[in-house]
């Protein structure tokens, strides 16, 4: 090495401030200086728990993770390993991207909603110019979908569209200018059909259906999905105490990130192609481009960009992301696609847009004996995660709460509109809205408060929820708790002035779906991580976790640091390309952390083995009596005796050079058999409770929502700066659903407000004051007992903000979102019916507690000793929905009553009377109907 | 998305601003002014009629100048709200307008010529397309208008400016100038009904600047806005009261956001304002108020609920300044 070769920039002072040798001429860190701290650092005892001898308290109890804690990240708040690229404009999103030599590709949309194309004429675009190639579906024929069940998508449209905005063609030319000028020249001799707009007719027969499914289509309609599920002893409902009935109307809302799609590909000199794109679920894509384009996945490397935002809305494998392989192959260049907003808009897979009706009932002692759900989801033009969707609309409304019986009815038909799909707390968020203020209604009836009333009716930690869903664990409890204290709820309730409201609102969800979609979880784990530290004592993490905002890539860099003792910069986690990344499912269902966080640690584990037993053979001592701190290993007993990491990891490195492991996470068997018992299956499930504060002009019907107390279980916090970030971040995204955003749907069935002008999304100016509160309860399975924070801590911010609207004027509104205008007609309404001149004269709502208040509160309090110890598992006996209705846990449900229903199908004396959405189950298969094509 | 080719003119002048607009119109090219651009822009992006060229105002200095009676039509919004002579009135309703980083580039001159905006109108040439285009932006097919079908002869796009209800209720003067010269009238008078025509602006002719009379100072005033959000979002609905306070016969009411012009309500102000009566002839003026406008469905909010609404802000408008 040249004399003047520096390892790092700066610092060429010959002089240092602490008066040490200078490390100035050696050219490679001396050993065990690894990161930028010249000196081991004290271990951390106040993030060490105290089940392992440290500080860190554990009201939840220990977990089988303590020990490999070494103080080091793990419940420290960090800023995301990805910000400083964010925030100085250097990370590349998908429209970044510029190759040599590139093209732009546009794509032909759709004038029409519903149509045959008899023929395109592209003869007047490829005489154009400028132009470099074209392509049309022809070009593609084979499908793809988000699920192996439904694969429903071209690249472009086949034979007909679906859509208005649906892609019809595509082209890439040497500039924009061309490439938009080359749209007008296609000729298209159209066929126009009937387009099916309203939801309601998409359950009736028609012509031409707008996808056939052959022998499983249902009779002629557009119904793409109907669910039925049944549970629970259905007698309980009869003659209840209080009871609520709700019809719900909820508008489709969009995630709105802020980067459009934007895709770039490339077939390399070698003809492998690179697809660079802003994904969320790179290997969906990665599959779906082998399957169109004919090209084995190995001969596939898909990129992915940085994510400007995803929420849901980019984890579709999607149809642009096949044009621009297609055109790129036929023109041997890389092509470009960016979208405008208004595309963004068109290709959607946002909220559905769904008529929800939930029928509730309490019996004599205030316990939930029947939640009847009713949902018809409108999914528009292709299925994409619908079929999901459709189940959760239903059973991920089965917890938190004990049910007497659980009733449900769901169906997805396909309209002509804008695909919808999986988008932040995917299929829950409505249904969970309309049952919390159908609990808010009941608890009104009984006249008890609302709080007092879930807390008397929790399902335990480490139970089962009707449907079969295992419960670990659950902070349910303490989160009530504690935006009932933080909220001063008792001072406010029922006794705030006109105009001013406060509501309560939970929340559950699933931390990773339980059921990895192609493939069979018995065989293939869901999530691999591996990692490989070279001789310079860096840590690099090969994962295919798609960071999209969230922070997947600093929780896991964050839980090998932990294991390691590492400092967080000597981990390298690579993301970006399937080529280098073991196969992940990708970011949805709220899985990264839980899984691939446990991936990682299993990874992180076998290197940490390698490296102790190397310090073993140095020191003498046995891994057991040793100690990992901060890029030293030493004896427990004897802190001076030993050895840096690095010369541990050399020693390790003798004879195979540098380390390589590889994690697995598979979740454990669980689950029931019945049919859709998958849907909703997951290895643990976020809760959440929120309080919110509202202003509502009264004379206007502007509702303002101005403080809320957002408490929700994750589990652990790895990074508390994260997990608030995800909870305020929730709560804007689940207001501007409450409040303001939804796709708006003209006479003609266009989408009217497809951009961010018109599209209400929540300025800060409609931002509450958030309080995020979090809350540890430690799941036994979860990485360091970290459950998710992504998706759960949206949901309970809807019926919080709708239940405090009632508060505030007395109006129960049951139309999202509550615009001006509803809220408005509501208050008008009412001041009607009173007979009053002015709105402001209305009377709120308050309450005077009736006898039953005193049976919940003594109940919860009991049931606040039993979930402690189940937590702590100083309780470990079987708990099963059904226990609070006096069944034994011990003895199959269903042999101790005699109506015990577990159905998945209606009786036929049942059809009649089933809701909007059951009416799916008056029609026939094809098959059924001996049609077999 | 890409900005449709068009050739940029930065005249240093009146006279030279007036010189290229008549050349042009000899030429029977077709133009547009652009100042601040936050409005032009967005819609050639959407290529709503775009022209090949466009006579950019920014270099004219009388355009620029601000005093306390004559504001020029380039004045950003954020100065009306940071210099301290602008009238108290004009300072509240240009805070309110749109966001803090729009105000920075958008005009006076802008706003009070603001495109007249609609559901079928602000949309991309593709989505127009699919609708065969409106009567507003008709690419020669002579469309029919969308908001009410079968007739070909109004459009109805809703003027959404903020500014215009309040300086024509402070009784403001426009000074347009054009190839035939200057001229000076009323702003009230300036708006002419059907959102196409928009105003009374000639070939060539432009808006120099906005003047206050002498009295204006004396008037009180309060500017009631309807919108979703508290920021970016145009006004829903929009009224602005002004008196010289405790003279009922000065009092002067004008709504905006309502129709396709912005107008002055003299006729329902002048036949309650003589006999006032505290605490009962504010309701009957709010109501006559609302009876006298005629939203239609093309923004954000249902036209029936707009409508509603205006008594409401009608009453807190007047109560603002203590008309009561």
Same mark, same amino acid.
């Given at each position: 090495?040249?004399?003047?070769?520096?390892?790092?920039?700066?610092?060429?002072?010959?002089?240092?401030?602490?008066?040490?040798?200078?490390?100035?001429?050696?050219?490679?860190?001396?050993?065990?200086?690894?990161?930028?701290?010249?000196?081991?650092?004290?271990?951390?005892?106040?993030?060490?728990?105290?089940?392992?001898?440290?500080?860190?308290?554990?009201?939840?109890?220990?977990?089988?993770?303590?020990?490999?804690?070494?103080?080091?990240?793990?419940?420290?708040? =960090?800023? =995301?390993?990805?910000?400083?690229?964010?925030?100085?404009?250097?990370?590349?999103?998908?429209?970044?991207?510029?190759?040599?030599?590139?093209?732009?590709?546009?794509?032909?949309? &759709?004038?029409?909603?519903?149509?045959?194309?008899?023929?395109?004429?592209?003869?007047?675009?490829?005489?154009?110019?400028?132009?470099?190639?074209?392509?049309?579906?022809?070009?593609?024929?084979?499908?793809?979908?988000? @699920?192996?069940?439904?694969?429903?998508?071209?690249?472009?449209?086949?034979?007909?569209?679906?859509?208005?905005? %649906?892609?019809?063609?595509?082209?890439?030319?040497?500039?924009?200018?061309?490439?938009?000028?080359?749209?007008?020249?296609?000729?298209?001799?159209?066929?126009?059909?009937?387009?099916?707009?309203?939801?309601?007719? /998409?359950?009736?027969?028609?012509?031409?259906?707008?996808?056939?499914?052959?022998?499983?289509?249902?009779? #002629?309609?557009?119904?793409?999905?109907?669910?039925?599920?049944?549970?629970?002893?259905?007698?309980?409902?009869?003659?209840?105490?209080?009871?609520?009935?709700?019809?719900?109307?909820?508008?489709?809302?969009?995630?709105?990130?802020?980067?459009?799609?934007?895709?770039?590909?490339?077939?390399?000199?070698?003809?492998?192609?690179?697809?660079?794109?802003?994904?969320?679920?790179?290997?969906?894509?990665?599959?779906? +481009?082998?399957?169109?384009?004919?090209?084995?996945?190995?001969?596939?490397?898909?990129?992915?960009?940085?994510?400007?935002?995803?929420?849901?809305?980019?984890?579709?494998?999607?149809?642009?992301?096949?044009?621009?392989?297609?055109?790129?192959?036929?023109?041997?260049?890389?092509?470009?696609?960016?979208? %405008? #907003?208004?595309?963004?808009?068109?290709?959607?897979?946002?909220?559905?847009?769904?008529?929800?009706?939930?029928?509730?009932?309490?019996?004599?002692?205030?316990?939930?004996?029947?939640?009847?759900?009713?949902?018809?989801?409108?999914?528009?033009?292709?299925?994409?995660?619908?079929?999901?969707?459709?189940?959760?609309?239903?059973? =991920?409304?089965?917890?938190?709460?004990?049910?007497?019986?659980?009733?449900?009815?769901?169906?997805?038909?396909?309209?002509?509109?804008?695909?919808?799909?999986?988008?932040?707390?995917?299929?829950?968020?409505?249904?969970?809205?309309?049952?919390?203020?159908?609990?808010?209604?009941?608890?009104?009836?009984?006249?008890?408060?609302?709080?007092?009333?879930?807390?008397?009716?929790?399902?335990?930690?480490?139970?089962?929820?009707?449907?079969?869903?295992?419960?670990?664990?659950?902070?349910?409890?303490?989160?009530?708790?504690?935006?009932?204290?933080?909220?001063?709820?008792?001072?406010?309730? #029922?006794?705030?002035?006109?105009?001013?409201?406060?509501?309560?609102?939970?929340?559950?969800?699933?931390?990773?779906?339980?059921?990895?979609?192609?493939?069979?979880?018995? #065989?293939?784990?869901?999530?691999?991580?591996?990692?490989?530290?070279?001789?310079?004592?860096?840590?690099?993490?090969?994962? /295919?976790?798609?960071?999209?905002?969230?922070?997947?890539?600093?929780?896991?860099?964050? *839980?090998?640091?932990?294991?390691?003792?590492?400092?967080?910069?000597?981990?390298?986690?690579? &993301?970006?390309?399937?080529?280098?990344?073991?196969?992940?499912?990708?970011?949805?269902? &709220?899985?990264?952390?839980?899984?691939?966080?446990?991936?990682?640690?299993?990874?992180?584990?076998?290197?940490?083995?390698?490296?102790?037993?190397?310090?073993?053979?140095?020191?003498?001592?046995?891994?057991?009596? =040793?100690?990992?701190?901060?890029?030293?290993?030493?004896?427990?007993?004897?802190?001076?005796?030993?050895?840096?990491?690095?010369?541990?990891?050399?020693?390790?490195?003798?004879?195979?050079?540098?380390?390589?492991?590889? /994690?697995?996470?598979?979740?454990?068997?669980? /689950?029931?058999?019945?049919?859709?018992?998958?849907?909703?299956?997951?290895?643990?499930?976020?809760?959440?409770?929120?309080?919110?504060?509202?202003?509502?002009?009264?004379?206007?019907?502007?509702?303002?929502?101005?403080?809320?107390?957002?408490?929700?279980?994750?589990?652990?916090?790895?990074?508390?700066?994260?997990?608030?970030?995800?909870?305020?971040?929730?709560?804007?995204?689940?207001?501007?659903?409450? +409040? $303001?955003?939804?796709? *708006?749907?003209?006479?003609?069935?266009?989408?009217?407000?497809?951009?961010?002008?018109?599209?209400?999304?929540?300025?800060?100016?409609?931002?509450?004051?958030?309080?995020?509160?979090?809350?540890? $309860?430690?799941?036994?399975?979860?990485?360091?007992?970290?459950?998710?924070?992504?998706?759960?801590?949206?949901?309970?911010? @809807?019926?919080?903000?709708?239940?405090?609207?009632?508060?505030?004027?007395?109006?129960?509104?049951?139309?999202?979102?509550?615009?001006?205008?509803?809220?408005?007609?509501?208050?008008?309404?009412?001041?009607?019916?009173?007979?009053?001149?002015?709105?402001?004269?209305?009377?709120?709502?308050?309450?005077?507690?009736?006898?039953?208040?005193?049976?919940?509160?003594?109940?919860?309090?009991?049931?606040?000793?039993? %979930?402690?110890?189940?937590?702590?598992?100083?309780?470990?006996?079987?708990? *099963?929905?059904?226990?609070?209705?006096?069944?034994?846990?011990?003895?199959?449900?269903?042999?101790?009553?005699?109506?015990?229903?577990?159905?998945?199908?209606?009786?036929?004396?049942?059809?009649?009377?089933?809701?909007?959405?059951?009416?799916?189950?008056?029609?026939?298969?094809?098959?059924?109907?001996?049609?077999?094509? | 998305?890409?900005?449709?080719?068009?050739?940029?003119?930065?005249?240093?002048?009146?006279?030279?601003?007036?010189?290229?607009?008549?050349?042009?119109?000899?030429?029977?090219?077709?133009?547009?002014?652009?100042?601040?651009?936050?409005?032009?822009?967005?819609?050639?992006?959407?290529?709503?009629?775009?022209?090949?060229?466009?006579?950019?105002?920014?270099?004219?200095?009388?355009?620029?100048?601000?005093?306390?009676?004559?504001?020029?039509?380039?004045?950003?919004?954020?100065?009306?709200?940071?210099?301290?002579?602008?009238?108290?009135?004009?300072?509240?309703?240009?805070?309110?307008?749109?966001?803090?980083?729009?105000?920075?580039?958008?005009?006076?001159?802008?706003?009070?010529?603001?495109?007249?905006?609609?559901?079928? !109108?602000?949309?991309?040439?593709?989505?127009?397309?699919?609708?065969?285009?409106?009567?507003?932006?008709?690419?020669?097919?002579?469309?029919?208008?969308?908001?009410?079908?079968?007739?070909?002869?109004?459009?109805?796009?809703?003027?959404?400016?903020?500014?215009?209800?309040?300086?024509?209720?402070?009784?403001?003067?426009?000074?347009?100038?054009?190839?035939?010269?200057?001229?000076?009238?009323?702003?009230?008078?300036?708006?002419?009904?059907?959102?196409?025509?928009?105003?009374?602006?000639?070939?060539?002719?432009?808006?120099?600047?906005?003047?206050?009379?002498?009295?204006?100072?004396? !008037?009180?005033?309060? !500017?009631?806005?309807?919108?979703?959000?508290?920021?970016?979002?145009?006004?829903?609905?929009?009224?602005?009261?002004?008196?010289?306070?405790?003279?009922?016969?000065?009092?002067?009411?004008?709504?905006?956001?309502?129709?396709?012009?912005?107008?002055?309500?003299?006729?329902?102000?002048?036949?309650?304002?003589?006999?006032?009566?505290?605490?009962?002839?504010?309701?009957?003026?709010?109501?006559?108020?609302?009876?006298?406008?005629?939203?239609?469905?093309?923004?954000?909010?249902?036209?029936?609920?707009?409508?509603?609404?205006?008594?409401?802000?009608?009453?807190?408008?007047?109560?603002?300044?203590?008309?009561?």
């Amino acid at each position: 090495m040249s004399a003047g070769y520096r390892q790092q920039p700066g610092n060429r002072s010959s002089k240092r401030t602490d008066g040490k040798r200078v490390a100035g001429k050696q050219v490679f860190p001396p050993p065990g200086s690894g990161g930028s701290r010249p000196v081991m650092k004290e271990r951390d005892l106040d993030f060490i728990p105290e089940s392992v001898g440290g500080k860190e308290p554990q009201p939840a109890g220990s977990h089988i993770h303590d020990r490999i804690r070494t103080g080091t990240v793990v419940g420290k708040s =960090l800023s =995301l390993v990805d910000s400083n690229a964010k925030v100085t404009g250097q990370a590349w999103y998908g429209d970044d991207v510029r190759l040599p030599n590139e093209t732009i590709g546009k794509i032909l949309r &759709s004038p029409h909603h519903y149509a045959k194309i008899k023929s395109i004429d592209t003869s007047r675009v490829e005489a154009l110019p400028g132009v470099i190639s074209v392509a049309t579906g022809q070009d593609a024929a084979n499908s793809f979908g988000v @699920l192996p069940v439904t694969k429903d998508e071209h690249a472009m449209a086949v034979e007909k569209v679906r859509h208005m905005g %649906d892609l019809v063609a595509c082209v890439c030319a040497e500039t924009e200018a061309i490439a938009i000028e080359a749209l007008s020249l296609f000729d298209i001799e159209w066929e126009v059909l009937e387009p099916v707009f309203d939801r309601k007719m /998409g359950l009736e027969d028609v012509d031409e259906p707008i996808h056939w499914r052959g022998k499983y289509h249902l009779s #002629r309609t557009n119904v793409q999905k109907r669910v039925f599920q049944e549970f629970g002893d259905r007698s309980l409902v009869d003659n209840p105490h209080a009871a609520s009935h709700g019809k719900w109307s909820m508008e489709g809302v969009h995630h709105g990130f802020t980067e459009p799609h934007a895709v770039v590909a490339h077939w390399d000199p070698n003809g492998r192609l690179q697809l660079y794109t802003p994904q969320q679920v790179p290997h969906y894509t990665h599959r779906a +481009l082998s399957t169109v384009l004919d090209v084995p996945m190995h001969q596939i490397n898909v990129i992915r960009t940085f994510v400007g935002g995803g929420f849901g809305g980019k984890s579709d494998p999607f149809p642009h992301e096949m044009c621009a392989a297609i055109l790129s192959r036929k023109s041997g260049r890389p092509v470009r696609i960016t979208f %405008d #907003r208004e595309e963004v808009y068109w290709i959607n897979r946002g909220r559905h847009p769904s008529d929800i009706e939930v029928k509730m009932t309490a019996d004599d002692v205030g316990r939930i004996s029947g939640f009847d759900i009713d949902a018809l989801i409108d999914g528009g033009g292709f299925a994409s995660f619908g079929h999901v969707t459709s189940y959760y609309n239903g059973v =991920l409304a089965t917890a938190p709460y004990e049910l007497g019986s659980f009733h449900y009815t769901g169906a997805r038909v396909w309209t002509n509109k804008p695909a919808s799909g999986a988008m932040r707390g995917h299929g829950a968020v409505n249904t969970r809205c309309a049952v919390e203020v159908g609990l808010d209604e009941m608890a009104e009836q009984m006249a008890v408060d609302p709080i007092d009333l879930r807390l008397a009716n929790l399902l335990p930690p480490h139970s089962r929820t009707i449907t079969g869903f295992r419960i670990t664990s659950n902070g349910m409890r303490e989160a009530l708790e504690e935006v009932r204290d933080g909220s001063k709820w008792d001072e406010k309730f #029922r006794q705030l002035p006109l105009g001013k409201g406060i509501g309560v609102g939970c929340g559950f969800f699933i931390s990773g779906s339980g059921l990895p979609i192609h493939w069979d979880p018995n #065989r293939f784990p869901h999530a691999t991580v591996h990692i490989q530290v070279d001789m310079d004592g860096g840590v690099t993490v090969h994962t /295919g976790a798609a960071d999209i905002g969230q922070g997947s890539t600093t929780a896991v860099a964050q *839980v090998v640091a932990e294991v390691l003792a590492l400092p967080i910069e000597m981990i390298h986690v690579r &993301s970006h390309e399937s080529d280098t990344a073991p196969v992940d499912l990708g970011s949805y269902s &709220s899985r990264v952390t839980f899984m691939n966080a446990n991936a990682a640690i299993r990874a992180a584990l076998e290197i940490r083995e390698q490296i102790l037993n190397a310090a073993w053979d140095i020191l003498g001592y046995h891994p057991n009596t =040793l100690v990992l701190n901060d890029r030293r290993i030493y004896y427990k007993h004897d802190p001076s005796i030993g050895v840096s990491y690095l010369k541990a990891l050399h020693k390790a490195q003798e004879d195979k050079g540098s380390l390589i492991a590889s /994690g697995a996470y598979r979740s454990p068997p669980m /689950g029931g058999v019945h049919k859709g018992a998958a849907a909703g299956l997951a290895p643990a499930y976020s809760f959440s409770a929120y309080v919110a504060e509202v202003d509502v002009d009264v004379e206007l019907g502007l509702v303002k929502c101005t403080n809320v107390w957002a408490a929700h279980d994750c589990g652990k916090a790895l990074n508390p700066l994260a997990v608030k970030g995800q909870i305020i971040g929730s709560c804007h995204m689940g207001l501007g659903q409450v +409040l $303001s955003e939804k796709m *708006v749907y003209g006479r003609t069935g266009h989408l009217q407000n497809a951009n961010l002008l018109e599209y209400k999304i929540p300025s800060v100016h409609e931002m509450p004051h958030v309080v995020p509160i979090i809350i540890e $309860s430690c799941d036994p399975e979860g990485p360091f007992g970290a459950k998710e924070a992504g998706e759960g801590p949206l949901l309970p911010i @809807l019926p919080a903000v709708v239940n405090a609207v009632y508060d505030a004027v007395g109006v129960r509104f049951r139309d999202l979102p509550l615009t001006p205008d509803i809220v408005y007609k509501g208050i008008e309404r009412k001041r009607k019916s009173l007979k009053l001149d002015d709105c402001l004269e209305l009377p709120n709502p308050r309450l005077e507690h009736g006898p039953m208040q005193e049976v919940l509160v003594a109940r919860a309090n009991e049931h606040k000793t039993r %979930d402690k110890a189940r937590q702590r598992t100083e309780d470990t006996s079987h708990y *099963v929905n059904g226990v609070l209705f006096g069944f034994d846990p011990n003895i199959p449900l269903e042999d101790q009553v005699d109506g015990w229903r577990m159905a998945t199908e209606p009786d036929p004396e049942q059809l009649a009377e089933l809701g909007l959405a059951g009416k799916a189950w008056l029609k026939k298969t094809q098959r059924e109907m001996g049609r077999d094509d | 998305m890409l900005m449709p080719p068009f050739t940029l003119h930065h005249p240093n002048t009146v006279d030279e601003a007036v010189g290229i607009a008549s050349q042009l119109l000899e030429q029977q090219e077709d133009f547009d002014w652009v100042a601040g651009g936050t409005d032009v822009v967005p819609n050639y992006k959407w290529r709503i009629n775009p022209k090949p060229h466009v006579i950019s105002l920014a270099n004219i200095p009388e355009a620029n100048q601000i005093s306390q009676y004559e504001i020029g039509c380039m004045t950003k919004l954020s100065q009306l709200t940071t210099e301290n002579k602008v009238h108290p009135l004009i300072v509240e309703a240009a805070s309110k307008i749109a966001s803090s980083l729009v105000r920075k580039s958008a005009t006076v001159g802008g706003n009070l010529c603001l495109d007249t905006r609609c559901f079928w !109108y602000n949309q991309s040439e593709d989505w127009r397309r699919s609708i065969d285009w409106c009567h507003k932006a008709d690419c020669g097919t002579g469309a029919d208008c969308r908001v009410i079908p079968n007739q070909n002869t109004l459009c109805v796009a809703t003027y959404q400016g903020d500014l215009a209800p309040n300086f024509m209720a402070l009784g403001a003067k426009v000074s347009l100038i054009g190839p035939d010269g200057e001229r000076t009238i009323l702003l009230e008078d300036f708006y002419q009904l059907d959102g196409m025509k928009k105003n009374v602006l000639q070939p060539g002719e432009f808006m120099l600047k906005v003047s206050l009379p002498a009295d204006a100072f004396e !008037y009180d005033g309060s !500017y009631q806005k309807l919108r979703l959000r508290e920021s970016w979002d145009f006004p829903e609905a929009g009224i602005s009261a002004v008196w010289k306070k405790g003279d009922y016969s000065t009092l002067k009411i004008a709504s905006t956001a309502l129709e396709s012009i912005p107008k002055t309500h003299d006729s329902q102000v002048g036949e309650f304002a003589s006999s006032w009566q505290n605490g009962t002839t504010i309701s009957q003026l709010s109501d006559a108020i609302r009876k006298s406008v005629k939203p239609v469905n093309n923004t954000a909010l249902p036209p029936n609920y707009r409508k509603s609404v205006v008594r409401i802000l009608t009453k807190r408008a007047l109560k603002n300044i203590g008309c009561e």
